[in-house]
């Protein structure tokens, strides 16, 4: 069984957190006689923020359709819909996915991960480990013809940043195909085993075919660079570990359960 700890636990904290802030629920709106209460707002809320973080819903438009569904919902139960079996299913499995969820964000609460061990793990994966960063530059064309004709250009004396600003088709073009340092993991393998195997000022003699088109590339600039740091990785570390953490524990809630599932 695999669970996406850090997004479960993102949302489900959040929405317990700002539950214990307030002492009261009050009422935000009335239906047919059913109080809709801002617990239930803010949990529409969080949901909301979780499928498009950029954009933030006004508090008027998650009431309206609070309100929206509160009528879908009494039709729904005026026609008896909730009482179908498909229903009930449902029903029977969001409450399974709930609880599942809760018990893990308590295991972790009461178990959590030791920042030495984050640490730990930190320096095993990353620690000292040497990076090396490159500058290089561009001319990205749709097709080899019009790769071979800006070699040739090149090899006849053209400027590199002249060339791009007239045949490249990537952003960076009007800069004269200049993308920065860079790490090497940022780029597609087949661009940065290039770059790699370039020496500094030196241009690719045959076009690099990627995902996006041709590349002529040039190697500006080498260096060694930095690891990420501690504090950067460290959300990922830790809901890897934590995946770990609770698989291990489900593993034990195995061994000691009652399990039968029939043979097909």
């Not at 707002?41 to 309100?67: G, I, M, S």
């Not at 972790?108 to 090396?132: F, M, Q, S, T």
């Not at 930095?226 to 291990?248: C, M």
């Amino acid at each position: 069984m695999k669970v996406t700890i850090a997004i479960i636990a993102s949302l489900l904290l959040m929405a317990f957190t700002q539950f214990a802030i307030a002492e009261d629920d009050p009422t935000i709106a009335t239906v047919n006689g059913h109080a809709l209460k801002k617990s239930m707002l803010q949990f529409y809320a969080l949901e909301r923020r979780q499928v498009d973080p950029k954009n933030a819903v006004p508090v008027d438009k998650l009431t309206t359709d609070l309100v929206n569904m509160a009528l879908l919902r009494d039709e729904a139960i005026s026609k008896k819909l909730n009482t179908s079996s498909d229903f009930q299913a449902r029903m029977e499995f969001i409450n399974l996915s709930m609880l599942s969820q809760v018990a893990m964000i308590d295991f972790l609460d009461n178990n959590p991960i030791p920042e030495a061990r984050l640490k730990k793990e930190y320096d095993k994966r990353i620690g000292d480990i040497k990076v090396k960063e490159y500058k290089a530059s561009h001319i990205l064309v749709k097709d080899e013809a019009k790769a071979k004709e800006v070699i040739a250009k090149l090899a006849k004396g053209k400027k590199f940043a002249d060339l791009a600003k007239e045949y490249s088709t990537g952003p960076s073009g009007p800069k004269g195909g200049d993308l920065g340092w860079f790490n090497p993991q940022r780029m597609v393998p087949e661009f940065s085993k290039t770059v790699m195997t370039l020496k500094d000022n030196e241009y690719t003699k045959q076009a690099v075919r990627t995902q996006f088109g041709y590349h002529i590339i040039i190697r500006t600039g080498a260096r060694d660079g930095k690891p990420p740091t501690f504090e950067d990785v460290k959300p990922s570390i830790a809901a890897q570990l934590e995946q770990e953490h609770i698989q291990k524990h489900i593993n034990k809630l195995r061994k000691s359960a009652k399990i039968s599932i029939p043979k097909k």
